[in-house]
């Protein structure tokens, strides 16, 4: 086990709501990144946080949106939801900065559906 | 052109034989790079780094070959249990932070 945990598990949302997923990343990680992975493709970069800050965006819109807090949690928010919204979200745990080669470890992932 | 590109198979695998796949990435400046395997419906999990001299994991062995921005996986005496998708991760040359660009999978099917 890689020792980072998402919530919720599953989740079904109905178009035009919000949504907030959360992460906590492995203990000692200080970098986590989020990503989206629909059914049948590769995990795809929203955005990565790295000490509470922002270090990089993936090519997805405003309305994807989140935050990393002083014990390096994170939260994934997602607002005006789409039906393309539905897919795997998946958290990566890693120590950022220049520490490492960049290997990152994953959460089990939320599995969100938009009807 | 995809940034990793990769077959998606499947590849059909007989039990014990051996089963080699590539991908290839397009920014040369990359720095780091990886192979996840993905069981259906999980989470990828980090099977091994791939470093220039190559490396060796047990049955599995890993290559890089930056001439030519490819990176290759191959399994040896393939088990029923390395049936998954595989995944090929490059770590693109950025300023900061460590934003892994995934392919979209090679799938493998261990048969008896």
């Known amino acids: 086990e890689t020792g980072v945990t998402q919530s919720p598990t599953h989740l079904i949302k109905t178009r035009g709501q919000q949504v907030t997923l959360r992460c906590s990343s492995q203990?000692?990680?200080?970098?986590v990144s989020w990503y989206q992975q629909a059914l049948g493709q590769g995990p795809q970069f929203i955005f990565q946080?790295?000490?509470?800050?922002?270090?990089g965006r993936g090519n997805f819109p405003p309305r994807f949106s989140g935050l990393q807090f002083p014990n390096y949690s994170s939260e994934l928010n997602v607002n005006a939801l789409e039906l393309d919204d539905s897919a795997l979200y998946l958290c990566a745990s890693s120590l950022g900065g220049t520490s490492g080669r960049g290997e990152q470890y994953f959460g089990p992932g939320t599995r969100l559906t938009v009807t | 052109r995809k940034e990793v590109e990769q077959d998606p198979g499947p590849f059909n695998v007989p039990e014990g034989a051996t089963v080699a796949f590539n991908c290839t990435y397009s920014n040369s400046a990359s720095q780091s790079f990886f192979w996840y395997r993905q069981d259906c419906r999980k989470e990828p999990k980090l099977l091994m780094s791939?470093?220039?001299s190559g490396n060796e994991d047990g049955r599995f062995t890993a290559q890089l070959n930056r001439a030519s921005q490819y990176i290759s996986l191959l399994i040896r005496d393939s088990k029923l249990s390395d049936s998954a998708t595989y995944l090929c991760?490059?770590?693109?040359?950025?300023?900061?932070?460590?934003?892994?660009?995934f392919g979209g999978g090679t799938r493998v099917l261990v048969k008896p």
């Open positions: 946080y790295y000490r509470e800050e922002e270090n």
């Open positions: 991760v490059v770590n693109p040359a950025q300023a900061a932070g460590n934003k892994l660009t």
């Open positions: 791939v470093y220039s």
């Open positions: 203990s000692g990680h200080n970098t």
